[in-house]
């Protein structure tokens, strides 16, 4: 699977927007880029993907480089509950050997402060 | 709530003992997957089942042993236990397993694993 790359941490304040960068120099025209988020004491939960063009839903947005070698993602008004362990993951759209499966890297340790 | 369970929510055993872990996947879903997180390794994927038979690999020990029944329920088995398999054991399961670019992993609340 090829590598992404994220800050160990970041900090925010509650009803501040939060940009969580990842970059995947190393992507492949087939690479889809998921995001999952890890709350205290809970196993990983999905929050957003995307392939060349941005990304919105309910929980936050994706922003992806022309050149797809970096991401963004987006939470627009960071609250409490936001925070949480961000893992940024490649996967082929096409499944190939790794079928179903996601490989976590670090991840990124968001804080929020009140 | 993501829809799948772990039981037991917490295991304390000791070293030599050997512990199963039981998975029931979200209503439909054909794969099954189980993890392991560990303070200085992170979330490491140990293997995925497929409509019973075993889809793919990870970094699972020969004394780690897994299946997935008729009922698309999953038991992980972790025998000869040492300290170092202390640790929280996630189940996860998608509709699939086929790792379509849509296809979400939903994750249990885990299991933690303490051997004493």
């Known amino acids: 699977d090829a590598k992404t790359t994220q800050p160990n941490s970041m900090e925010s304040n509650e009803e501040e927007p939060v940009h969580l960068p990842c970059n995947h120099s190393?992507?492949?025209?087939?690479?889809?880029i998921h995001w999952y988020r890890q709350l205290p004491s809970q196993g990983p939960e999905y929050v957003i993907h995307g392939l060349t063009s941005n990304v919105n839903n309910r929980m936050a947005s994706l922003a992806i480089a022309e050149d797809r070698k970096s991401s963004t993602l987006i939470l627009h008004r960071a609250t409490l509950r936001d925070a949480a362990v961000y893992y940024c993951?490649?996967?082929?759209?096409?499944?190939?050997?790794?079928?179903?499966?996601?490989?976590f890297g670090q991840g990124t340790i968001l804080t929020v402060h009140p | 709530d993501s829809g799948v369970t772990q039981t037991p929510k917490h295991l304390i055993t000791a070293t030599g003992q050997r512990v199963t872990l039981r998975c029931s996947p979200r209503s439909g879903d054909l794969s099954v997957y189980w993890y392991q997180q560990s303070l200085d390794q992170g979330l490491q994927f140990l293997i995925q089942y497929y409509n019973g038979e075993e889809r793919a690999k990870g970094n699972i020990l020969e004394r780690f042993s897994a299946q997935q029944f008729p009922d698309l329920h999953s038991e992980l088995n972790l025998s000869s236990l040492e300290l170092g398999d202390s640790a929280l054991y996630f189940c996860a399961s998608s509709p699939s397993g086929k790792g379509g670019p849509g296809e979400k992993l939903f994750f249990g609340s885990g299991t933690q694993l303490s051997v004493l």
């Open positions: 993951i490649l996967r082929d759209r096409a499944g190939g050997t790794s079928y179903g499966k996601l490989t």
């Open positions: 190393t992507i492949s025209g087939t690479d889809y």
